[in-house]
């Protein structure tokens, strides 16, 4: 199809000058791979540019908050734009990501100065016949096998397979011919000599030598086919001993296709498909580095040249780096018995330091890492996937894995417990309300340890995951075992705490705590759903979480903030966003907290509002405000101005270590002991081995899964069960409680 190289319209730019957003005339040239821009339509119709986006290389942001801005960085600068609405911003991103898709994957060889001549497309075109033969050669095999195989269901299956790889050798001989019709397109002597790349067309026309009529040869252009290319693949002959068609090929037919950016019943100044022959540009259009006008200077490149300044102890521990979850499914493991007797090993009157390991498998991390070695991976993980993409089944590289599981993670919720269980210390409904928002605020800063932003282990179906914490100021008070507890080691005054996966489509983790003594017990559950932004990636939480202080009968519903990876092409680190409600339907009661992401332009990282309101009013008795890995101060109420008073400093509260059975004592099934052999690997930094690891999990898993599906089996889980649109612990406090009463 015959499409226009060029798209036109306008949108706002931010400048650095002004400080503040400027109307502009923007073209998008597909072929050159530029986004110019004007200060206006006329002054485009003139070829006065005012600066340009080189498009190479590129990649484009969005932000999850907004819908109509958007960045290109590129040449270590982002350049940031808006749109009219989310409509506008779609069409823009739609076609500036085909043009960087083109320009980035053709040019790659460009970059060492390689220019693809016949010879190297020979090459290539001798290699696919050969791999072609030699499953031509195995596909004969199969009809042995087809013959000698006196098992029907075995036959059916091989029959099937024989069926899918013909249809896919067909498949292969129709693109080699087609190959070499566009080979013998090529003019052979200019290619040689490197003389022409039809690769790198300049101002949306490829260039003609001196010589050369409107007749030229290209590559990669194939207009005409052989009347039925499939009434050549009659015999067993490969394609190379196939006749060819010559075909010449006009300039008019060379124009590359663009997508249609405007859709149907356009609008102006909606973005317009325009032709390009009015368009006035230098023969030298595309420039070497992205440029502006020097007041017109609006990109920032802060994020590229102040990575050292990225924020420690910033990952959420509720999600964030929860990325790109691993096709993996189901454990044909037994459902647990959570009153068997502890391992011997912990009933020999060993001491609690030989029982429990503190360790963190990250505490040995290098601080200040980049993934600047790796980024050609990061690059090309980013080339396979498009904006807004759900990344669900896109596995990322082992390099970046955080070296425990995403359940382990939800753990750090209570790296404070003490505040957790002082909840319900507190005598009045007011207090207990603040209390819950002092321990919400206080429970993401622990789940990063380092600068450098990693993502856990997405947890396989079944997993489990198991700890306990002691209480600062009480170790030796109420030390007996809560038996029919979560955790039967834990005592009456520790916070236990278990996680499970409880679902792999979509993944959903569940997890639940209590603290016997304290009367107070917490169950929530998340469905991470993960999406690419570009030079970011974004990762939503949906679900809930409750805080129950059993002896008021009290219940605190709280929902949990989105998580984003920034940077991911130098120093990633996560910030959180979004709107989170807390609410007691007893006391009437509730706290709004809102957790800023960082403006493109100043502004300060993971600052944190919130306010607490009284039963029926709208005005708040608390706010509070800081930076939710940092200092936190509240508000005064009455607005007279004086000094704020301190809420809560997460700098200086000490961490509890969480205690988790040593390897040998735990389940196969639980997640420390799953993940080792990953975990082990990736600490000595062998990522072959990691990789292989993490795949033997993933393929038993999946194995599993087939094997239930085949007998008709659904998956059960182990201690949490499904109640409307929540998962609950089979066995929480509040039960358990209940039922010793009557």
Request: aromatic letters at 8%.
């Amino acid at each position: 199809c015959n499409m226009a190289s060029i798209m036109e319209g306008p949108l706002s730019k931010w400048t650095n000058v002004m400080k503040g957003w400027q109307y502009r005339w923007f073209v998008l040239d597909y072929n050159a791979g530029l986004l110019s821009y004007y200060t206006s339509k006329d002054k485009m119709m003139r070829g006065s540019r005012r600066g340009c986006v080189r498009l190479r290389g590129a990649v484009i942001g969005i932000d999850d908050e907004d819908d109509s801005t958007f960045t290109i960085t590129v040449d270590q600068k982002t350049f940031h734009f808006q749109a009219r609405d989310a409509d506008e911003r779609e069409k823009w991103i739609n076609a500036l990501e085909e043009t960087i898709l083109r320009h980035t994957h053709q040019l790659r060889g460009a970059e060492s100065g390689f220019v693809p001549s016949v010879q190297d497309f020979d090459k290539k075109l001798a290699e696919a016949d050969a791999y072609l033969q030699i499953l031509i050669d195995q596909l004969k095999l199969l009809d042995d096998k087809i013959q000698n195989c006196k098992d029907e269901e075995q036959r059916k299956k091989i029959e099937n397979l024989k069926e899918t790889t013909s249809n896919m050798v067909e498949s292969i001989k129709h693109c080699i011919v087609l190959l070499q019709i566009a080979k013998d397109q090529t003019n052979e002597e200019k290619h040689a000599n490197g003389l022409v790349s039809t690769i790198n067309p300049v101002n949306a026309i490829y260039q003609t030598g001196p010589q050369e009529p409107s007749i030229i040869s290209t590559m990669p252009i194939q207009t005409a086919l052989p009347p039925d290319p499939s009434q050549l693949y009659k015999s067993e002959a490969r394609p190379s001993s196939l006749p060819v068609v010559s075909v010449g090929t006009s300039v008019e037919d060379l124009q590359t296709p663009t997508p249609n950016s405007t859709g149907s019943g356009q609008s102006v100044p909606s973005s317009s498909v325009t032709s390009p022959s009015h368009v006035n540009m230098s023969p030298n259009t595309v420039p070497d580095f992205s440029y502006s006008s020097s007041e017109d200077e609006f990109y920032d490149a802060d994020e590229f040249y102040q990575s050292n300044s990225s924020p420690k102890r910033c990952l959420a521990a509720s999600m964030t780096t929860e990325v790109l979850t691993l096709s993996s499914t189901g454990s044909s493991l037994k459902r647990p018995n959570t009153t068997e007797s502890l391992d011997s090993s912990m009933s020999n009157g060993t001491n609690d330091a030989d029982q429990f390991d503190t360790n963190d498998d990250r505490d040995d991390d290098p601080e200040g890492e980049s993934v600047e070695e790796h980024k050609s991976v990061i690059m090309h993980l980013l080339s396979q996937v498009r904006l807004g993409m759900d990344l669900t089944k896109v596995v990322l590289p082992t390099f970046i894995l955080e070296r425990r599981s995403l359940l382990e993670m939800y753990a750090d919720f209570f790296a404070h417990p003490d505040l957790f269980v002082s909840i319900a210390d507190q005598k009045d409904p007011k207090d207990r309300m603040v209390q819950v928002v002092k321990w919400y605020l206080s429970a993401f800063h622990a789940g990063r340890k380092g600068s450098v932003a990693k993502k856990p282990y997405n947890p396989i179906l079944g997993e489990i995951f198991l700890c306990h914490w002691d209480i600062p100021g009480f170790e030796n008070e109420n030390v007996e075992p809560v038996a029919e507890g979560p955790v039967p080691w834990a005592a009456k005054n520790n916070v236990s705490f278990v996680a499970e996966q409880v679902s792999h489509h979509p993944p959903i983790s569940a997890f639940y705590a209590e603290c016997y003594c304290k009367r107070i017990q917490f169950n929530a559950h998340i469905w991470t759903k993960s999406k690419f932004l570009g030079m970011s990636i974004g990762v939503h939480n949906i679900g809930q979480g409750c805080v129950s202080c059993l002896d008021y009968d009290e219940h605190y519903i709280l929902t949990f903030p989105n998580g984003y990876g920034r940077s991911i092409l130098t120093v990633p680190w996560v910030e959180l966003g979004g709107e989170c409600n807390i609410t007691c339907s007893k006391t009437g009661y509730s706290a709004t907290i809102i957790f800023h992401t960082k403006p493109f332009y100043g502004g300060k990282k993971h600052r944190v509002t919130a306010e607490v309101f009284p039963p029926n009013e709208r005005k708040a008795f608390c706010s509070i405000e800081g930076e939710w890995n940092g200092v936190m101060y509240t508000k005064s109420p009455t607005g007279i101005s004086q000094e704020n008073a301190l809420f809560i400093d997460t700098k200086k509260l000490p961490i509890v270590k969480k205690k988790v059975r040593k390897l040998e004592d735990q389940q196969e099934y639980e997640s420390r002991r799953l993940w080792k052999d990953v975990t082990y690997s990736l600490k000595v930094k062998d990522i072959d081995s990691a990789t292989e690891a993490k795949h033997r999990l993933e393929e038993r898993q999946r194995a599993e899964a087939r094997e239930r599906k085949e007998q008709e089996k659904s998956w059960e889980t182990r201690l949490f069960h499904e109640d409307g649109e929540c998962w609950i612990y089979d066995d929480p406090l509040l039960k358990r409680l209940a039922t010793d009463k009557h």
